[in-house]
């Protein structure tokens, strides 16, 4: 509806707002990649330096058991030390069989962060693989990943492991290896899946399109540009994997087909621990204590990053 | 006696501004401590009155619309000035308060149709909630008066149906309808129609037109685009950096733009420019001379060896999707159909056409990323369909495509210097050395500083990213650029600027433009040429001054009575 009011004409002066040139640049700031964005949010947050310091603390201690402790894990158990307090140089005191707790503890870490980092390793190079080929190519490809990984889903952990760890082959050769290939025949397709999402939802962005028409072909396009858009969530998921996985070795260590009992792991101390629960319950809890923050510190680590790694939240 | 005093009391209410904005100031939490989105803001609507602001993205434009109804985003607040409806200041007023206005005093209607409906509940029961909040009658009958207001026609059964049976031009006049069911004093319309197609954006805004000065209503219309605002509203308030820059009525500021940043506007906005962008400089021609091509001795000595040859030719072609219908059924739908034309060197090409008219398609066959069901694409006189690998990757060197959103077409994991190295790297151009050099040369030739390369997407605007993206199509120095919808998403004085260096650099490259759009008032800045495609099929080929001053089509007629601003006269030396 157009009036005959008078509407007057109002100009700002041209001082307070100065125009700037269309579409300047800003040139003051450093360049930010992806990563170097995720890392200037991340040092910020204490969810993260706590449990960066924990793992570092973890790894250096699975690497370096001797800079802990000088007292020997298997030699000197004395059964007169059997359930005993803790006693000079024995800060935590000693197993059913007399052995040194904290001692054990310390050299136990390898075994069990080598089965999370091995077992991790592995569903990536696996779980990625099937899963970007399966999300990338689509069809045919797809529906047979996809029903080949269901079929591993369905198997609950516990008693997929029962049966693996009963072929003879397993049998006759338990140590970490085949407790890793049992995590990992078990642990596959939840890294597929995650893959085979995340690439789908980078395989029809218009970059993909436009590396295509520049002539690159369709796995370079796949590796090139798909997979590393599509790597946030696979690293937050691996993260959070490794702390399950260190789990999953402790239970199968509990119920007698993971580690041998020659292997010292956090697993097996829980184990031999549950006999003495009722006499000296710290025995079980300083192991299951240094399962629990090992875990935790993976799960918020993983947090973490996937906060930081979100691409909604990238911007300056 | 009584009656002259009724008379008096409504001329005294329609002096008074129904919403008034002093010195408003809003500000923003954020990680980065407090941003001020918008300052001194200043803006009077009477009653009736259609008030249209105007400016980028970011300038503030709705943050200030959204102020004015309470419904700022939780990080922001109005740290400063005033807010007078009738003469009362809501700027701090308490929720409950806003919510007694929402509706019923202040009504609106939202930018994006898609996603503003709830797609769960049937748009009767969104049009009965919003008049049982406001206490007016909700039976089924009111619902349907309510919608067939809005101009949705059968409104008894479309109320029985979900937001996804709707198309974008329902959907937005049942938002239309909801906004306006209370009969609110004032409505605020963000960006009604920009998600909308011009034939449909002009209904849509004739309709809102007419509704209103039935109702009285008043209308904040908030857009970008200045011809829009000037056609439909009666007074415009430009909005730049969070700041009005100049306000008045809405034909004077376009005749006659006081504030730099608004002559820079009028300069640039597509819908009211009339004539084709020339690079006159490079070209070392009389700017009387451009206006009639062909007879202009220094222009045609570059172009006119080349002008002759058919480079691109389209035969025929067609393109059929199935889709698939339950159980294993499919039926056809046929995208493109029977399309034919040819695109000469050295020239631009406009296919035209709303959102399905298989433009897009089309692209991706010319690219070669999708196969045609029958019919030839010639490119330099060979069918591309008969091309192996090899000589596809060869042809890739000489087609390349500039996409539409300048947001997705860059790698966000690749700087820029990676993502213009990239082709010649696929290709094995050069060592890398020479690589650089030519990324140097390209990011020169799109006037980008050099420091550019090391910087990545998420650091440069809409344009910025257009203009690598032109870069990288650059880097093989291909003879044919497929434009899909290059400049739709960027804002008017960017989308002129990218269209002033395509212009530039085809003058001096003699590249090959296939440009297409939905935007007629862009087709008239660029094309020699002009395609209009409807439902895909051609309708209408012609040379651009001949489609636009002489249409056959009714089609091509609607659609460019739709270019808001089309309608306005204004003096030559201002478009």
């Known amino acids: ?316 | 006696m009584t009656t002259s005093d009724v008379i008096i009391s409504e001329a005294d209410r329609a002096d008074k501004p129904l919403l008034e904005i002093r010195d408003l100031a809003i500000s923003f939490q954020t990680g980065s401590g407090e941003v001020q989105a918008v300052r001194n803001a200043h803006l009077t609507i009477m009653p009736g009155e259609t008030v249209a602001i105007v400016g980028e993205s970011g300038s503030g434009k709705s943050t200030t619309a959204l102020a004015a109804i309470g419904l700022l985003p939780g990080n922001g607040r109005v740290s400063g000035g005033q807010i007078l409806l009738d003469g009362e200041d809501i700027s701090q007023a308490p929720e409950k308060r806003m919510i007694e206005l929402r509706g019923n005093t202040i009504g609106m209607v939202p930018q994006d149709p898609m996603s503003n409906l709830n797609p769960v509940w049937k748009i009767g029961y969104q049009v009965k909630e919003t008049l049982r909040a406001n206490g007016r009658p909700c039976g089924p009958a009111d619902v349907a008066k309510v919608l067939a207001q809005a101009g949705l026609p059968d409104a008894e059964r479309r109320a029985k149906q979900y937001p996804h049976e709707f198309s974008g031009g329902m959907r937005q006049r049942a938002l239309i309808a909801i906004g306006l069911s209370c009969q609110p004093r004032l409505l605020i319309a963000d960006e009604p129609t920009s998600a909308l197609d011009v034939t449909v954006q002009r209904q849509i805004l004739d309709h809102l037109e007419q509704m209103t000065s039935e109702l009285g209503t008043s209308v904040l219309l908030i857009t970008h685009d200045l011809g829009l605002a000037a056609e439909r509203a009666d007074k415009v308030v430009v909005m730049y950096r969070g700041n009005v820059v100049e306000a008045g009525p809405s034909l004077e500021l376009l005749q006659n733009p006081q504030h730099p940043y608004t002559q820079r506007l009028v300069a640039s906005a597509p819908s009211l420019a009339s004539r084709r962008i020339q690079v006159a400089k490079e070209l070392g021609v009389e700017s009387d001379e451009l206006l009639a091509p062909g007879t202009s001795p220094g222009g045609a000595v570059v172009v006119k060896p080349t002008m002759t040859e058919d480079v691109l030719q389209i035969q025929n072609l067609r393109k059929v999707f199935k889709l698939r219908s339950g159980f294993g059924k499919s039926t056809d739908f046929t995208a493109v159909d029977d399309v034919s034309f040819s695109v000469k060197r050295g020239t631009t090409t406009a296919i035209v056409g709303e959102s399905g008219s298989g433009k897009s398609t089309v692209a991706q066959m010319v690219l070669n990323l999708l196969q045609p069901t029958s019919g030839k694409i010639v490119f330099d006189g060979v069918d591309t369909s008969t091309l192996n690998n090899k000589e596809i990757f060869a042809f890739r060197r000489r087609v390349q495509p500039i996409f539409q959103d300048p947001y997705g077409s860059l790698d966000p994991m690749y700087n820029i210097f990676r993502t213009i190295e990239e082709p010649l790297r696929t290709h094995k151009i050069g060592d890398k050395a020479s690589r650089e050099k030519k990324v140097r040369e390209l990011l020169d030739q799109v006037a980008l500083p050099q420091s550019t390369m090391q910087r990545y997407p998420n650091e440069l605007s809409g344009g910025q990213r257009q203009r690598v993206a032109i870069a990288r199509a650059l880097a093989l120095d291909p003879e044919v650029i497929i434009c899909d919808e290059a400049v739709s998403a960027l804002d008017v004085l960017v989308q002129a600027q990218v269209l002033n260096l395509l212009a530039e650099l085809q003058s001096r490259l003699g590249l090959t433009y296939l440009f297409i759009t939905h935007d007629l008032a862009v087709v008239r800045q660029i094309a020699d040429h002009v395609c209009v495609m409807e439902k895909g099929k051609l309708v209408e080929t012609g040379s651009t001054d001949d489609v636009f001053d002489a249409p056959q089509r009714d089609y091509t007629k609607a659609l460019l009575n739709a270019i808001p601003g089309a309608r306005l006269m204004l003096p030559p030396e201002v478009a």
Not at chain 1, 192 to 210: K, L, M, Y
Not at chain 1, 241 to 270: K, Q, Y
Request: charged residues 15%; proline residues 5%.
């Open chain 1, 1 to 316: 509806m157009k009036t005959n009011r008078e509407i007057e004409h109002f100009v700002a002066p041209v001082e307070e707002t100065p125009l700037l040139a269309t579409d300047s640049l800003k040139t003051d700031q450093a360049p930010l990649s992806l990563w170097a964005d995720a890392w200037r949010k991340l040092r910020r947050r204490p969810l993260f330096i706590i449990s960066a310091v924990m793992i570092a603390l973890i790894i250096i201690v699975a690497l370096f058991p001797g800079l802990f402790t000088h007292v020997a894990p298997n030699d000197n158990c004395q059964l007169a030390n059997s359930d005993g307090a803790p006693a000079a140089g024995h800060p935590l005191g000693f197993t059913f069989q007399g052995c040194d707790v904290y001692s054990r503890i310390i050299h136990g870490t390898q075994a069990s962060l080598m089965v999370g980092v091995f077992s991790v390793l592995f569903v990536l190079i696996i779980g990625v693989t099937l899963g970007a080929l399966a999300g990338f190519y689509g069809g045919w490809i797809d529906a047979v990943i996809a029903r080949l990984g269901d079929i591993f889903f369905a198997l609950p952990l516990i008693l997929g492991a029962l049966v693996v760890s009963q072929l003879p082959f397993m049998r006759e050769n338990r140590g970490v290896w085949t407790v890793v290939m049992v995590l990992v025949v078990l642990g596959w397709p939840q890294m597929a899946r995650i893959t085979r999402g995340a690439v789908i939802e980078v395989r029809n962005a218009d970059f993909v399109t436009a590396a295509r028409s520049l002539g690159v072909s369709r796995l370079g396009s796949l590796i090139r540009h798909v997979l590393p858009n599509a790597l946030a969530p696979i690293i937050v998921l691996a993260t959070m994997e490794l702390g399950v996985f260190i789990v999953a070795e402790a239970t199968l260590s509990f119920i007698g087909i993971g580690l041998p009992g020659s292997i010292m792991s956090w697993g097996n101390d829980i184990a031999a621990a549950k006999s003495s629960v009722r006499t000296n319950p710290a025995i079980l809890l300083y192991p299951a204590m240094a399962l629990s923050v090992t875990v935790l510190s993976f799960i918020m680590l993983g947090d973490a990053l996937r906060d930081a790694l979100d691409p909604k939240s990238r911007q300056r």
